[in-house]
């Protein structure tokens, strides 16, 4: 095997990697929101959000249901927008400037990516500095939501990428 051959194996491994993380990392968020949209209340506690949000959450507030469903149908057209990067639908959309079909997963990726990182400094303060805040809710953080939100973000990151190289490449 070549090595242009071996790079373009690895490119594209790196690539269906990508589109697998994002897919599998989107539909569990979707899931999730489903899950306590329908009434479920596992992790709904642990939720890094200030404490009057996260009490509405708990009680099934009507207007914390809405806001389940809105992630919901968010996620539902990430997920239809992951696949179109993945494998655009047709001539008209191999026509489309790649920047287009770049841009939101780029974006996604440098946001969630900064979630994780900030939120992670913050963590790191609350439960060692004594900042302001929940230290059992900073180690839900630390341990589960922002380790989450940083695969997630870097699965979005390698979707661009990946579309990127594919394009180019």
């Known amino acids: 095997m070549s090595t242009s051959s071996r790079r373009a194996a690895t490119r594209e491994r790196w690539r269906l990697i990508g589109i697998r993380a994002t897919v599998a990392c989107t539909g569990l968020y979707g899931a999730m929101k489903v899950y ?69 997963a780029a974006l996604t990726f440098l946001m969630m990516t900064a979630r994780a990182v900030l939120l992670v400094i913050g963590d790191v303060g609350v439960i060692w500095f004594d900042w302001k805040g929940t230290v059992y809710l900073a180690w839900w953080d630390l341990l589960l939501w922002s380790p989450y939100f940083l695969v997630w973000g870097l699965s979005w990151g390698l979707l661009a990428w990946g579309h990127r190289r594919a394009a180019t490449g």
């Open 36 to 104: 306590w949209a329908l009434g479920g209340s596992l992790l709904l506690a642990q939720t890094p959000v200030p404490a009057e949000a996260r009490q509405k959450l708990i009680e099934q507030d009507p207007e914390a249901i809405t806001s389940h469903w809105q992630f919901v149908a968010a996620v539902a057209l990430a997920l239809v927008y992951a696949s179109a990067v993945a494998r655009p639908w047709g001539e008209w959309m191999r026509r489309m400037p790649r920047w287009i079909l770049l841009l939101p």
